[in-house]
Every structure is written in structure tokens, then in C-alpha cells.
């Protein structure tokens, strides 16, 4: 293979997928239509949260992938994990089907894994901690630029008000449905840092422990995630938790009824 060949060669593995694109112009187009009323509202945030989230988790995945190619992954530009294409993930279920059935039908953020990572060919545990972190932190970021314009009061006194059960509220819909996709991103960063095995969380500190812990916790991995939710199920601790993302959400000046009146919006099909 030539030099131009090779340069050409990874162009391709880094250009942007038409794909991502698409969802970028399905969130943008969306979120003008709840902005300026164009629409139903409830059908408006529904497509504005669902390819938000779709955005945000190729980007998780992105941020796994992109810091494993800078730790000694040379693979990763051949596996399409640069394109910000969802479907050259390897687990498509867990990363994008699920999440979306969780969010439709329970309104939470389920984290996801996709990226398939060499881990032999990457040096020194600080690097396996920060490929792992690197998506959780994704999500955080998400979370920050979603609830900045919305605690810092630029969508105050809108020009459009958000409805709930027939009453209209002085409320923006597109507040709402920024607050609640903010939710999505905070609980799913949140249950990704739990130091479970199969979660992200577990990905930091595995580095860390001993050769011995890890052949022990290994079996469990592909249960760590239904253990949490089975745990989360609980009441008090399902309240706890949920306690925790408003406090977050607070931290911005964003309470959390923004959150609860966007997921009333996005769940149109119930009233």
C-alpha cells in the first residue's frame, strides 16, 4: 500500500458517518419545531430526546474508542469506531436497542458497551482507567451543555408554553425536553461509574486490582448490570438514586420538575 493509499485509507476510518449526520439534522429540526410550536409538542420532544440520546451515546462509544486508539489500540480506525456510526458497534443491542426501550418505556438512562477494545495492546493501568472513564464522562459533559441554557434562564418567558394535562404552563417545552434528556445523561453516568463488573465504573479501578480479584469477578460480569437494576428496583434505594440526579440537576439551578414535565411531553402516547 502506498503513502497516499495508507493517508486515504484513514480519512475513510475517521470520516463522520452520514448517519450521525442524519440524527444531528433530526435533533436540530426537531428541537426548532418545539422551540417555535411547529407541530405537535409532545411528537416534537419525543424525536428530539430519542436522537439526542442516540447522538449522545455514539459519542459515549466514540470517546472509548478515540482514547484507546491514543492508548495503543491501532485497530480501532479499522473497526469503523471513529465514524460515529451506530451500527459498526459490536453490540448494537446493549448499546442503542436497549437503552432506547429503557428510555420509551421507563425513563431512565441505561448505559451501554459496544466498543470492542484490544486491551493487550495497551500499556500502563492509568490508560485501561481512562479509556473506561472517557464515555461516562461524555455523558457528564452532555449533561452540563444541556443544563446550562436552562438554569442560566434563556428559554425564560417563551414564546411557546409547554401543556400539561390541558393546563398551559409558563414553561418552555424545549426547557423541558433539554432537562429531561440532561436526566437521561446524568442517571446513565451515575449507574456507569458504580464500580460493578460490566459497568464502566468497574473499568476504572479492574487496573488496579489484583490478578487474583479479577479472575474472581470475572464470571460476574455479564450479570453486573441486571444486578443493578434488580437492585435499583427497590424503593428506597430506586429513591435515593433518582434523589441524587435532581441534586445534580440542582447544582445547575434546574429543578427537577423541568425533568418530570419533559418525560410527560416525550411519553405523548399516554394522554
Known sequence: MTFAETQRSRSEERRISPVFWVLLAILGTSGWAVWSGYGNAGVGVFLFVV?????????????????AM??????????????LNPFKYTNAVFSFVLPMIFVILGGIGLPGGAVYIERHRIRGRLKHSLISAAGPLVNVLCAVLLLIPVGAGWLDDPAVHASYEGHDLNVSPLAAALGFLAFLQLSAALLNLLPVPGLDGYGIVEPWLSPKTRRAVEPFAPYGLMAVFVVLWQSEVNRWFFDLVYRAMDLFGVDGAYAALGRYLFSFWQH
Do not use: F, P
Not at 51 to 67: K, P
Not at 72 to 81: H, L, N, P, R, V
Open 51 to 67: 436522537a439526542g440520546w442516540v447522538v449522545s451515546l455514539c459519542l459515549h462509544e466514540y470517546a472509548h474508542a478515540r482514547t
Open 70 to 83: 491514543y492508548g495503543g489500540d491501532i485497530t480501532i480506525g479499522a473497526k469503523g469506531y471513529l465514524t
